[in-house]
């Protein structure tokens, strides 16, 4: 049996709140700060032995000069190249193998080899050993020398765009562009793989596995039923851990061949290549607008790229479509075919740099047009999706604009630029809205209930997201239980699969499905208590129905209750325009000297539909907003201009924002429920942090000190270059 | 090579390839997995234990080099150093200073080291009188935890438990 749910229409129910919404212990933060939680690479079967990836240093057909050699040396089981191992890592949710083969290397630093030997210290110096050469390859990397394919552009077109900027009272034509940026999760990408006949076990550090055991199984050519996945622990993946990659085969093949267990962790510097950047972008917005700022006007065209038989397209005019109203519109997208490492999603892919390069357009409008930037947003919020006319299912904008800018005191900032200054530096203040869609993915999960307790059993995974403490509450909350009294196993495929972790869609879509597999147990319950299931009342271990109530054990009476809850994303995504809002406010400080900038505070406010546990999506939320900033002032991942090759692929030359960078941070999750999200009436939090937050700094900055940023990020070189 | 010394309190004796750094030496032979290896390079922080009482990245170091110290790891940190220790596990899970909770270890460590630096009165970059008296202002600590890096963006959370553990010492100190 299982309780099926496609989510067509509005959800008319109510939702209690006793453990739901509370402010909660992170289920699993005793075990992470103890070092108790334990990540793939953590476990020593009997017998393990280490590989170790080699790149390819060009492009072209690859070499192995020394092949003998290397596998020669002590220690060393074997040098792997094999068809099957694949070129980058898969794009989410792709479910099946991404390109293989590495006979020839498509971009610099592809996994052309894997060294394995009894020993980490052995693998890694034989695979510094091996002689890899490539040649016959010169192929482009530059997105601007490329022609695009038809296939490769999208366009969307209302109205007449060229002739409604002529009209407008005030335009705005500017490029903005955005560097290929990187996840660079804390925890490099690492698997165990064991072999058990015909059975394979992986440990990996994956977010999405069911669709990552689907992969792994085509990739070998083996049933996806002979492929057991593990992944409790997932030392943060923001998409670069959406799809397998490719230590994971690498690590299989030659399990098999060896019949070890073998370990593979990417090192740091392979992390940056072969699992998916943000592409960089360029972005031409143009904007249109009446004497008082309203839009009529609006063009947004974005070039990105790509590797060649690669799906993804950053789709950076994601946001655009329903960000505000204006009749004329032309949004346009191209993808370049290159050869620098593959592009895929990183967190909110689409709105991180779309939303980011229009916020700042807008607050050159607001410039432009001499309005407050608050009021240009309040001026141009639309009643209906702008494109498709279908209704918002809620929209809260305007009231997170109104509740940053309170928060913030942004009535007191000086609306000219260059007024406030303290010794060498200039003070400013900046803000942004933020956007971002919201989605619903397929999700079971599987509850059983004892008198001792309940126990939610999924293969959705926690990255960090707080997956373990939602999913338990909300099991909890269902059954009438403490959050104590559920136990929740995460990250194993042997049970039904969830969502996986990605898009922000984890808590609501795999949430989903343990309340109806909640409910389907509530179902059994009210039978037994001969009443409707409406009518039951779940508390602390009683069950009543009406005026009559039992001990929960003795209506149990020993056995266990299982329900399973099924969750698919339906009609209501065609009727209504589903997304998440907000508005963040940032105070820099900007060198008159040096041209650095400091950021002082910031403020974010933000409306995502129920919040089901405010702790861990208040962690969310300012972890997306520190994304912003580091896009805002330090994230570029360099390419070589001559081979494209990753030149700062390490975490001393990729600069992530770090303790010194970031202050304290105000945060305001919006009561909101989106009857259209399913029954618990919750949207993602994960990312909405990151769509707009680097915007509003480098509006601060222009406040600050009058240079204009367009081209991101806002090093001390780019700012400098324009104080005078 | 054979190589001794001592973690968590308890004496070890190695046969090791003398090319297993320390950090390697604890996660993978002494199976200390608490340690965390972010980037193997001392970029990242994840690594950070004790040694002898001072913050060290464990994958920068050979376990070599280690004969005879006193090595303390995140499993063995709120036995060597309970009240600053244990007061900081406690504030990091109030303040939720955690996502993926790959950096935790190593954040609680270094902490740990930063505040017995500041206690002797180390100087850091952002120290303006040298002469002076150290006072741990947010800025002298978030200086000071830069070596340690969380890509979850977690460190508001994080400098509030330890501005809590430093606290609850310094009253502790006073008291005594
Ligand atoms: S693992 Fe040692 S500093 Fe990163
Ligand atoms: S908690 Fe994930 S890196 Fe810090």
Redesign the pocket.
């Known amino acids: 049996m299982s309780v099926q749910l496609k989510v067509d229409d509005r959800d008319t129910g109510e939702v209690t709140q006793n453990v739901l919404g509370r402010d909660t212990e992170r289920r699993d933060a005793r075990q992470k700060v103890t070092g108790r939680a334990t990540y793939a690479a953590e476990i020593r079967p009997e017998g393990l032995v280490h590989g170790a990836l080699v790149r390819a240093p060009g492009m072209g057909r690859v070499e192995l000069a020394n092949r003998a050699e290397v596998e020669a040396m002590p220690g060393v089981l074997m040098v792997l190249s094999d068809a099957r191992m694949i070129r980058n890592a898969a794009q989410g949710a792709a479910g099946e193998a991404p390109v293989q083969g590495v006979e020839t290397a498509a971009y610099v630093g592809q996994p052309v080899a894997l060294v394995v030997a009894e020993s980490f210290e052995a693998a890694a110096h034989a695979a510094r050993t091996l002689t890899v050469t490539c040649e016959g390859a010169s192929n482009e990397i530059d997105p601007e020398k490329v022609e695009i394919a038809e296939d490769d552009t999208d366009e969307t077109a209302q109205g007449d765009l060229e002739a409604a900027l002529r009209e407008a009272r005030h335009e705005i034509d500017r490029t903005y562009t955005t560097p290929s940026m990187h996840s660079a999760a804390?925890e490099p990408h690492a698997a165990l793989a064991e072999w058990d006949g015909a059975r394979l076990t992986v440990r990996a550090s994956l977010q999405m596995l069911r669709y990552n055991r689907a992969e792994i199984a085509d990739c070998l050519g083996i049933d996806t039923e002979n492929v057991r996945l593990l992944s409790p622990f997932v030392?943060?993946g923001f998409g670069s851990k959406l799809g397998i990659s490719a230590e994971a085969v690498a690590a299989a093949l030659a399990a098999r061949e060896l019949g070890r267990p073998v370990r593979v962790v990417q090192h740091r510097r392979s992390v940056f290549e072969v699992n998916t950047r943000r592409s960089e972008t360029t972005q031409r917005i143009r904007l249109g607008a009446d004497a008082e700022g309203r839009l009529d006007a609006i063009g947004h065209e974005a070039l990105v790229s790509n590797l060649p038989e690669e799906d993804f397209s950053e789709p950076v005019l994601q946001g655009t479509h329903f960000a505000y109203a204006a009749r004329n519109r032309l949004l346009v997208q191209r993808t370049a075919r290159i050869h620098r490492p593959a592009a895929g999603s990183v967190r909110a892919p689409g709105e991180a740099v779309g939303i980011t390069a229009f916020e700042i357009a807008m607050d050159e409008l607001a410039d432009e047009v001499g309005i407050d930037p608050v009021e240009l947003r309040l001026a141009n919020i639309p009643e209906k999706d702008p494109e498709s006319d279908v209704p918002f299912s809620s929209h809260m904008l305007a009231e997170t604009l109104h509740d940053g800018a309170a928060r913030f005191g942004w009535a007191d900032r000086p609306r000219a630029a260059r007024q406030r200054r303290e010794g060498e530096w200039w003070i400013g203040s900046g803000m942004a809205a933020c956007f971002r869609v919201n989605m619903m993915m397929p999700a079971e999960a599987r509850v059983r209930l004892t008198a001792d307790g309940a126990i939610v059993e999924t293969d959705m995974t926690d990255i960090?997201t707080g997956s373990y403490s939602i999913l338990g509450q909300i099991a909890a909350e269902a059954l009438g239980l403490t959050a104590e009294g559920v136990e929740v196993r995460l990250g194993d495929t042997d049970f039904p699969p969830g969502s996986g972790s990605g898009g922000s869609f984890g808590a609501a879509s795999t949430g989903t499905a343990v309340w109806l597999a909640c409910a389907e147990i509530r179902t059994a319950l009210a039978g037994r208590m001969d009443c409707e299931p409406g009518e039951l009342t779940l508390r602390e271990g009683t069950v009543q129905c009406g005026n009559r109530s039992r001990p929960l054990a003795e209506l149990l009476n020993g056995e266990t209750l299982t329900g399973h809850g099924e969750v698919e994303p339906g009609k209501a995504e065609d009727k209504v325009r589903q997304a998440t809002f907000g508005a963040c406010f940032a105070e820099v400080a900007v060198s008159d000297v040096t041209g650095e900038t400091r950021l002082r505070r910031m403020v974010g406010s933000f409306a995502a539909g129920r919040i089901l546990n405010p702790r861990t999506a208040r962690s969310q939320a300012q972890g997306g907003m520190i994304w912003g900033t580091g896009m805002a002032l330090t994230e570029a991942l360099l390419h070589d201009r001559r081979d494209g090759h990753v030149v700062n692929r390490d975490l001393a030359e990729y600069h992530l924002p770090v303790h010194a960078d970031i202050p304290e941070m105000d945060i305001a999750l919006l009561e909101e429920s989106d009857p259209w999200a399913g029954p618990l009436h919750a949207k993602g939090i994960g990312e909405l942090g990151i769509c707009g937050s680097g915007a509003a700094v480098i509006n601060a900055i222009h406040n600050a000190c009058g240079v204009r940023v367009r081209d991101l990020p806002a090093t001390p070189d780019r700012v400098l270059g324009g104080l005078s | 090579m054979q190589i001794s010394f001592t973690v968590n309190g308890t004496r070890q004796d190695m046969e090791l390839d003398p090319r297993v750094t320390l950090l390697d030496a604890l996660r993978d032979h002494l199976g200390l997995t608490g340690s965390k290896k972010g980037c193997d390079h001392g970029q990242c922080g994840a690594c950070t234990v004790l040694v002898e009482g001072r913050r060290v990245n464990a994958c920068l170091s050979l376990a070599a080099m280690h004969e005879g110290e006193e090595i303390t790891t995140i499993e063995g940190i709120a036995q060597t150093s309970p009240d600053t220790a244990a007061t900081l596990q406690q504030a990091m899970i109030d303040y939720d200073g955690?996502?993926?909770?790959?950096?935790?270890p190593g954040q609680v460590c270094s902490a740990v080291g930063m505040l017995s630096e500041a206690r002797e009165g180390w100087p850091s970059h952002v120290t303006e009188d040298l002469d002076a008296p150290l006072e741990l202002t947010r800025d002298e600590l978030t200086e000071r935890m830069s070596g340690n890096l969380?890509?979850?963006g977690?460190y508001p959370g994080i400098v509030k438990a330890i501005r809590t553990a430093s606290e609850a010492r310094t009253s502790d100190s006073e008291a005594a």
């Open positions: 804390m030392g943060g960090g | 955690m996502q993926c909770g790959y950096c935790t969380c890509r979850c977690c």
